[in-house]
């Protein structure tokens, strides 16, 4: 486990709930990833995400799909794609990405807490 932090540490982490509206192959990406364009509703809109989702994903089967992700950290330059917000996962047995997502329906731009 890392260093503990506190709960206004926690609080500065803005994780939102968001739905995955497009999704295309990445194939000029270093590592194989998704781009992927995340809808948060209200004040949020639409944010665009590259995530290394590939071993488990197709772009096509994204669509509709709720999605957690980081949306206060600065804009990312992957390749010739702008990341806007960062896409939470967890690693499965061989170190690949497992979306981490609600397990019911939540309303979009829902804050984690």
Known sequence: MDSEISYDDFLKVDVRAGV???AEPYPEAR???IKLWIDFGGDIGE???SAQITAHYKPKD???TQVMAVV???PRQ???FMS???VLGFPDEV???VLARPDQDVPIGGRLH
Do not use: M
Request: proline share 8%; charged share 20%.
């Open 62 to 64: 994204l669509i509709g």
């Open 95 to 97: 170190g690949n990405v």
């Open 31 to 33: 590592q194989p990833a």
């Open 84 to 86: 806007e917000v960062l």
């Open 47 to 49: 944010k665009k995400s």
């Open 20 to 22: 995955i509206t497009r």
């Open 72 to 74: 206060n950290f600065p």
């Open 78 to 80: 992957i390749g010739k």
